[in-house]
């Protein structure tokens, strides 16, 4: 499980990340995340990328698919601490265009709230 | 071109085989002159067309095999990836970009391994199966033939 450490911070779920996001664990990955953003009183969503070594479209997926959920909500969504090789494949998804990117969770929450 | 190298992974079509699939692809390919950057991305491309296979070309069904062969050229790495699966009825449309079957995707798998590759050839027959053939050269050699 890809799922090192999940909080939540006033009204906002930090998510921490760590390994490979593909295929192998997208499933349950959206799976966990899918039920937390419902059980719990959130209402935006950080995720930091910094212990996440690999990233292709799947795991891509699964943060774009959570996205549509809290922007959809009226919330924000925000990456955190991508590796190199990781930004890369988020530059060119284009997913930083819609999601706010940030050195830190704690960074990225003083935007957010 | 002769070929410097070649070896071929015959897998089952099982997400838990992708990490291995880009991992020993990437530790294949080193044997050429390939940037860490080119390495990272040759996993992601290989993740990708393996993973189209698994997903699209055998919908899921993890008791069929997916063949990775990869021949490695005085500067250049071709990498071939090949199922037996439904195949892709319109090319064209499956490599424009975000364009996806399903919600959940992001649809940029063709859009990675374009990007990340300096070759990229689709071949599939409905109902027999899909090759994706994709040729990356090290961006060293891209670079010392730019400086001469």
């Known amino acids: 499980m890809p799922v090192l450490k999940m909080e939540t911070r006033g009204d906002t779920l930090v998510v921490v990340l760590e390994g490979e996001l593909d295929l192998r664990v997208a499933d349950e990955l959206r799976k966990k995340l899918e039920e937390s953003l419902s059980d719990l009183p959130v209402r935006h969503l950080v995720v930091d990328l910094s212990r996440v070594c690999f990233v292709d479209s799947s795991g891509l997926g699964v943060l774009l ?28 998804s284009g997913l930083f265009r819609i999601m706010g990117e940030y050195p830190t969770p704690d960074k990225a929450l003083e935007h957010i709230c | ?5 070649n070896m071929t992974l015959d897998i089952l079509s099982l997400p838990e085989n992708l990490s291995f699939a880009r991992v020993t692809v990437a530790a294949f390919a080193s044997q050429l002159d390939f ?36 021949t490695l050229y005085p500067g ?46 689709v071949e599939s027959r409905p109902g027999l199966g899909t090759r994706v053939t994709m040729v990356k050269k090290p961006s060293l050699v891209m670079h010392s033939k730019v400086a001469q």
Not at chain 2, 1 to 5: D, G, L, Y
Not at chain 2, 41 to 63: D, F, Q, R, T
Request: aromatic content about 6%; charged content about 25%.
């Open chain 1, 65 to 92: 698919g959570r996205y549509r959920r809290v922007a959809a909500a009226g919330g924000k969504v925000a990456l955190t601490g991508a590796q190199p090789q990781v930004r890369r494949v988020l530059e060119l």
């Open chain 2, 1 to 5: 071109m002769r070929a410097k190298n």
């Open chain 2, 35 to 70: 940037t860490i950057n080119d390495l990272e991305e040759l996993k992601v491309v290989v993740s990708e067309a393996v993973g189209n296979a698994i997903i699209h070309g055998y919908e899921g069904s993890g008791g069929k095999r997916v063949r990775i062969g990869v």
């Open chain 2, 76 to 121: 250049a790495a071709e990498i071939v990836v090949e199922d037996t699966g439904r195949g892709i009825a319109d090319i064209e449309q499956a490599m424009m970009p975000a364009f996806s079957t399903d919600p959940e995707r992001m649809g940029l798998g063709f859009t990675f391994m374009k990007s990340f590759t300096d070759d990229l050839r």
